[in-house]
């Protein structure tokens, strides 16, 4: 599985972004796909994610009412809406991938993820 995020930028705060990910390789009806970011010092975070066969998501509450995440099957992409941005939403964003069907369980921990893509950087001015 190799996944590619791209869509980020400078913008003020108040602005939106939207960035994809596309992912190659096999998926699994039963797996899902997250965002993650990470400040400059400070540790990789969960944003989002959503199952490949459900239609729920699941948000940080840092996010909760101003991202949106959202998948294509069968272009096997995700995106991640992100409106009212602020400075503190500044970091490289990652999308990720678990190994196989991966577990529910685990959907909002890194450790429930196994491929990563390459990161696209989102800076956010105020």
């Known amino acids: 599985v190799q996944l590619q995020a791209y869509g980020g930028g400078l913008v003020q705060a108040g602005s939106s972004l939207r960035l994809s990910c596309v992912v190659s390789g096999r998926t699994f009806s039963r797996s899902y796909m997250g965002w993650f970011r990470q400040a400059p010092g400070k540790e990789r975070e969960f944003v989002a994610a959503i199952p490949w066969g459900e239609d729920t998501p699941y948000y940080a509450d840092s996010v909760k009412g101003r991202f949106t995440i959202s998948k294509d099957n069968a272009k096997k992409m995700v995106y991640l809406q992100m409106n009212s941005l602020r400075p503190e939403d500044t970091a490289v964003y990652y999308c990720?991938?678990?190994?196989?069907?991966?577990?529910?369980?685990?959907?909002?921990?890194?450790?429930?993820?196994?491929?990563w893509g390459q990161g696209t950087l989102v800076t956010v001015s105020s």
């Open positions: 990720a991938s678990p190994l196989n069907s991966g577990s529910l369980h685990t959907i909002t921990y890194i450790r429930g993820y196994r491929y």
